[in-house]
């Protein structure tokens, strides 16, 4: 009836202004990324002691990826419907696929950077920018997150096209158009909810290693978890009275480990037998 068509349509211009201010912060946030830290980082790698080939390996579709969206949002951000725009430019999805393909082997080299105090400093001077930070969080350890939020961006459109169908009848005009968009979208997200628990647990590694330094060893392994940390106090040997230091201690699966507070690694130990509670 009458009415039905009313709030359908409210819902649909609803869904549709959701995802267009989610795209303009999306664009702005790689536009961030890839202006105050991935175009310099490029310039400035054999200074980072960091090889050039590699910087591009991590970001080169990151890059691509703001490109397009950019031309996209320019076109969307006047429609009513996004669901035409979409339909034309679909093809886009396989960025997004051969990122996905690439991300363990990205996470390894951003694993490898954090050796190098040079690449360290540089990248936290660079997220002290102010512009930067409107859009970029800037601790050093945030940054395997914007590494991880394509996937995210996947998993809200393919919400997007999935609820949208549920409010739209079969003969509508856009109906065909938007369940097209949804399948191609399914095949990527479906990988990506499939990997999604490993794709975190290592994102996680990497957010932990980059709070840590002059640690002997990499934290981010494909087979190793987080499982807890805590700011402990230790007790002092060889003081007289009670003296105690602050400490990071962090669990993972297969050992622990404790830094000072400012992140230095002190001591790790790997546990012999996995504990069944853990797995």
Same mark, same amino acid.
């Given at each position: 009836?009458?009415?039905? /068509?009313?709030?359908?349509?409210?819902?649909?211009?609803?869904?549709?202004?959701?995802?267009?201010?989610?795209?303009?912060?999306?664009? +702005? /946030?790689?536009?961030?990324?890839?202006?105050?830290?991935?175009? @310099?980082? #490029?310039?400035?790698?054999?200074?980072?002691?960091?090889? @050039?080939?590699?910087?591009? $390996?991590?970001?080169?579709?990151?890059?691509?990826?703001? +490109?397009?969206? !950019?031309?996209?949002?320019?076109?969307?951000?006047? /429609? !009513?419907?996004? &669901?035409?725009?979409?339909?034309?430019?679909?093809? $886009?999805?396989?960025?997004y696929a051969d990122y996905?393909?690439?991300?363990?082997?990205?996470l390894d080299i951003v +694993? =490898?950077?954090?050796?190098?105090?040079?690449?360290?400093?540089?990248?936290?001077?660079? !997220?002290?920018?102010?512009?930067?930070?409107?859009?970029?969080?800037?601790?050093?350890?945030?940054?395997?997150?914007?590494?991880?939020? @394509?996937?995210?961006?996947?998993?809200q459109y393919y919400r997007?096209?999935?609820?949208?169908? #549920?409010?739209? =009848?079969?003969?509508?005009?856009?109906?065909?158009?938007?369940?097209?968009?949804?399948?191609?979208?399914?095949? !990527?997200?479906?990988?990506?909810?499939?990997?999604?628990?490993?794709?975190? *647990? #290592?994102?996680?590694?990497? /957010?932990?290693?980059?709070?840590?330094?002059?640690? @002997?060893?990499?934290? &981010?392994?494909?087979?190793?978890?987080?499982?807890?940390?805590?700011?402990?106090?230790?007790?002092?040997?060889?003081?007289?009275? #009670?003296?105690?230091?602050?400490?990071?201690?962090?669990?993972?699966?297969?050992?622990?480990?404790?830094?000072?507070?400012?992140?230095?690694?002190?001591?790790? $130990? *790997?546990? =012999?037998?996995?504990?069944?509670?853990?797995?």
């Amino acid at each position: 009836d009458e009415t039905s /068509e009313v709030i359908r349509h409210q819902k649909k211009e609803a869904y549709n202004h959701e995802l267009v201010t989610s795209e303009d912060f999306y664009v +702005s /946030e790689l536009e961030s990324l890839c202006t105050h830290i991935i175009s @310099p980082l #490029k310039q400035n790698a054999i200074r980072c002691n960091i090889k @050039p080939e590699q910087v591009t $390996f991590v970001f080169g579709i990151i890059q691509h990826i703001l +490109s397009f969206h !950019l031309q996209l949002l320019r076109i969307v951000r006047d /429609e !009513l419907t996004v &669901v035409h725009s979409f339909e034309t430019y679909i093809g $886009f999805i396989q960025m997004y696929a051969d990122y996905f393909k690439k991300y363990n082997s990205i996470l390894d080299i951003v +694993s =490898i950077w954090s050796e190098s105090m040079e690449w360290r400093e540089y990248m936290i001077l660079r !997220l002290q920018n102010e512009q930067c930070q409107k859009f970029i969080d800037n601790r050093l350890c945030s940054i395997p997150w914007y590494l991880y939020r @394509p996937f995210e961006r996947i998993k809200q459109y393919y919400r997007f096209f999935r609820d949208l169908e #549920k409010i739209t =009848i079969t003969t509508d005009e856009e109906y065909n158009k938007l369940v097209k968009c949804r399948n191609t979208l399914k095949t !990527l997200y479906d990988k990506i909810k499939q990997k999604d628990i490993h794709l975190i *647990k #290592k994102t996680r590694l990497l /957010e932990i290693q980059l709070q840590i330094f002059d640690n @002997p060893e990499p934290i &981010v392994t494909d087979d190793r978890y987080f499982i807890y940390n805590r700011i402990c106090q230790m007790k002092l040997s060889g003081h007289l009275g #009670k003296k105690y230091k602050h400490i990071h201690l962090y669990i993972f699966n297969d050992g622990l480990l404790w830094c000072s507070k400012r992140g230095q690694f002190k001591k790790g $130990f *790997k546990f =012999i037998n996995t504990n069944l509670l853990y797995g």
